[in-house]
């Protein structure tokens, strides 16, 4: 079944505890984006990439990183985190960003940082 | 800058009526317009697209076309179901890699 995976789906922690989100698609798309979805402000776009070893800035990047070493994994790094990152995150991929415009979502990371 | 503004919600219809969601962006250049939505305790998906000035997008009796003279992009339906109801997002697509998103409009149909 084609599909975005994430994991995990529900994390509290605390302030500094480094944590990585994973991400995964076996639909061998080139694009790959992560998101945070909070109330009144809908999703805005944290980091993103074209391809391996691509990546770049979106709306959002402070407090994150990513990295793109293999073509269907892309995750997403909060080295130090703080109470507001604590939010709603959905990685998503898409093949033929440019003609299709289609992103395919995982089910979300719902994350509290307390 | 790049950015959506959508209706805010929710919007609470009883079923078979008419829907409206108002959609206004600003960009620079040619972006192109989606509409995603999202069931509860799911991620997006596409509803759809446009491209360009004046190209309409339709999906699942839904509508929505591209106005480059009032930069809108509202979302249409002429007969809502209870099974549509969801949180629904305009979207813009910048620079063929950069995506921005309205904050979303809930809609509640009821029986």
Redo the contacts between chains.
Sequence with gaps: EAQ?TQNPRYLITVTGKKLTVTCSQNMNHE?M?W?RQDP??????IY?S?NVEVT?K??VPEGYKVSRKEKRNFPLILESPSPNQTSLY?C?SSFE??NT???F????SRLTVL | GNSVTQMEGPVTLSEEAFLTINCTYTATGYPSLFWYVQYPGEGLQLLLKATKADDKGSNKGFEATYRKETTSFHLEKGSVQVSDSAVYFCALLYNFNKFYFGSGTKLNVKP
């Design positions: 975005v694009y984006s998101y009144g402000l809908g999703l805005r776009q993103y074209m770049d979106g709306d959905f998503a960003l440019a415009g289609e992103l979502f995982g089910e979300g």
